[in-house]
Every structure is written in C-alpha cells, then in structure tokens.
C-alpha cells in the first residue's frame, strides 16, 4: 500500500501564491509520476499537472505560466507553486501518484495509482 499526504491548500486573495505538498510512503520499487487534480463544486476532475519520472512535465491550459509542478525523489515528494492565483482555481486538489512494485525475483512488476485524499484551495476576489 502507498500513503498519501497533502498539505499547502487554504485560503487566499486572488493574486496570492500557494504551495501544495504530497509525500508518498509505503511499499513501492519506483513513483512512474506524481501529479495534481481538482475538483470544484458540479465539475469533474481535472488534470492540474503532472511530472514523470523522467522530469517531463504537462500543465492544463488555464494554469501555464502561473502554476509550476517539481519533485523530490529523494522525499517521494511533489510539489504544485500557485502563483497569481484567481478564483477559478478554487478547488479540492488531489494529489495521484502512479508506482511500481516488483512482485518476484524474475523481476515482474506491477503499477498501480493512489490517490490522496484532497486539501481545499479557495481563492477570494
């Protein structure tokens, strides 16, 4: 199992700057990529941005050039800067990270998503 967890979300004027955090723990032999969703009240989820393993990065539209997804690998941790935040961006942010385990010595493996269980980002206007 891989555990999840959030923090950075709250409460900010638009034009503000937030920084989210989600560290993984748990059993798993490589993070695939880390990344960010949100939800706001009647939508769907939607991908925020997201970083693979090997450094590549992609951003939803509406966030490019104000928002900056990076990772620690040696912290198993993914960090989102919100800058010039707007009240559009109000959500409930997930963290998702993708890993894989090596399930015997021939080296077979297995991937798997875990998802966090969410902080509230509120921009006011």
């Known amino acids: 199992q891989v555990q999840l967890v959030e923090s950075g979300g709250g409460l900010v004027q638009a034009g503000g700057s937030l920084r989210l955090s989600c560290e993984a723990s748990?059993?798993?032999?490589?993070?695939?990529?880390m990344g960010w969703y949100r939800q706001a009240p009647g939508n769907e989820r939607e991908l925020v941005a997201v970083?693979?393993?090997?450094?590549?990065?992609n951003y939803v539209d509406s966030v490019k050039g104000r928002f900056t997804i990076s990772m620690d690998y040696a912290k198993n941790t993914v960090y989102l800067q919100m800058n010039s935040l707007k009240p559009e961006d109000t959500a409930v942010y997930y963290c998702?990270?993708?890993?894989?385990?090596?399930?015997?010595?021939?080296?077979?493996?297995?991937?798997?998503?875990?998802w966090g269980k969410g902080t509230l980002v509120t921009v006011s206007s």
């Open positions: 998702k990270v993708g890993v894989t385990v090596v399930v015997n010595v021939e080296g077979a493996s297995r991937s798997k998503d875990y």
């Open positions: 748990g059993r798993f032999d490589r993070i695939n990529a």
């Open positions: 970083v693979e393993s090997g450094g590549n990065t």
